[in-house]
Each structure stands twice: as C-alpha cells, then as structure tokens.
C-alpha cells in the first residue's frame, strides 16, 4: 500500500515518541478509511510473547462508532464499570500522588471546578464519546487475562499511537472503554470468551484546545533511571 501522508505529521520515531500525548478534543473530520487500514495493517509489526499475537482489533467509525458510543454513554449513566480485569484500588503513595495531580491538571485545561461533581461525571461521560474522534478502536483477547497478555497489548497500544503520528493523527488509550464489556461483545456480536481489554480513541487533534495543548509531566530522569556499570 503507498503511504497517505499529510501535515503536522512526525517523520521520525523521536518526533512520533515526543508529539505523541493524550488528545481529548479531536477536529470533526473522517480519517480516509485506507488510511486507518494501513495504520492496523503496520500495527501487527508489534511484539508478543512467542509471537501469540494475543489481540483482536475492532474498529468502529461511522455509524457503528456513533452507535457504539450511545450505548457505551447510557451504561455508564446506569452502572458502575464492570471490567473483564478488575480495576486496581490501591496504589503506591507516590502513584496516588501522580495520579491525583494528572486529574487536578486535567480538569484545570478542561475549566471544571474540583468540587462540581457534575462536571466531573460530564468530563468522564466523554470517555465514552470517544472525546469527539471519528473512529475508535477496541482490544479483544481470547486470552486468559494475564501480565503477559498485557504487556503484549501494550507494545500493540504504543505501535497503534506512535504510527498514528506519522500520518498526523492523535489517539487517547482508554481503559474506561474496557468498563462496559457486555456493550461491546453485544455490539461486535463476541462470545462471552472474547475479552475486552481496553481502547483507543483517533483522530485528528483538534488546534488551539487547551486539553491538547496540555501534556503531561514526568518524573526526573535520575529518579527513574539507573545504570550500572561495574
Ligand atoms: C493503559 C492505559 C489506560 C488509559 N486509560 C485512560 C482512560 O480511560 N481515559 C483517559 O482519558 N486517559 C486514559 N489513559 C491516558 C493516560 O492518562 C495518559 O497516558 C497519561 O496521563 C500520560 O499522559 P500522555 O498520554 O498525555 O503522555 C490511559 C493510558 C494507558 C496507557
């Protein structure tokens, strides 16, 4: 296939790795369909334990992606998540603290006041709208839910993003698109077997939005990084 290339595209890894963020805010504009298949078909290039290639992708636009989102909205308003791998509930303190700045500095770009419950859920809600992108995609596993599993849907989640900024697309990987499983197996016609990791929403971000202008901090290199030497 020749590749579709467009502006504000990365042309190299480094640009893809540091261009690559969460964008919650996307442009109301189709991706071409060849290129979204061109995207997945370069995708499957991700590693995997003994090459089990443990993933299902199913990608919706469209109609189907509208759809989707409908039911995904109205089982969030009437239930609390029900992933086919639990949740974590407790974290490292230092986690905890990560993960409370990252929602304080989210909400502060998206203008919600800590307190307004309301406009939390409403802000949690977009999760299931995919944040506005034309297509989104889900990870199904006929797998037993394992750490390995995982780790091979993660190299195939980085795959999906990084690529996606070479044809100048954003994505946001969402584990809120893994709450509702039954939705999704019912939707995609799935066996109950087919478990439903996570998804990802692309598309094209959407300029001047503060949510996308936000990038999220790191912890300094030392902390994290040690190399050993004799
Ligand atoms: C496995 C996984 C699940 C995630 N789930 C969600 C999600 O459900 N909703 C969301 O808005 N962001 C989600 N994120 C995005 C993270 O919040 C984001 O990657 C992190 O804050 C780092 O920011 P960055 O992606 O902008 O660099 C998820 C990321 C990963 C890797």
Not at 157 to 166: D, K, N, P, W
């Amino acid at each position: 296939m020749e590749s579709i290339l467009i502006d504000n595209v990365a042309n190299t890894v480094v640009e893809a790795v540091r261009t690559r963020h969460s964008v919650r805010e996307y442009e109301d504009r189709k991706i071409p369909s060849e290129l979204l298949q061109e995207l997945f078909a370069e995708s499957l290039r991700a590693p995997s334990w003994k090459n089990s290639q443990p993933w299902r992708i199913h990608i919706v636009t469209g109609e189907a992606r509208d759809r989707m989102s409908e039911k995904l909205v109205s089982a969030a308003r009437a239930g609390a998540p029900n992933p086919d791998s639990p949740w974590l509930e407790n974290y490292p303190s230092d986690v905890k603290r990560r993960m409370f700045d990252l929602g304080m500095r989210v909400y502060g770009v998206a203008g919600i006041d800590r307190k307004d419950k309301a406009a939390r859920e409403a802000f949690m809600l977009r999760n299931f709208e995919f944040f506005g992108a034309p297509a989104a995609a889900f990870i199904t596993t006929n797998f037993e839910m394992n750490f390995y599993v995982g780790l091979d849907i993660g190299c195939l989640l980085q795959t999906v993003m990084l690529l996606a900024r070479t044809y100048g697309l954003g994505t946001c990987p969402q584990a809120a698109l893994g709450a509702f499983p039954d939705v999704v197996r019912s939707e995609f016609g799935l066996p109950v077997e087919e478990r439903v990791v996570c998804g990802i929403s692309l598309g094209y971000p959407k300029p001047g939005s503060g949510l996308n202008e936000f990038h999220s901090p790191r912890e300094e290199f030392s902390s994290l990084v040690k190399f050993y030497d004799q």
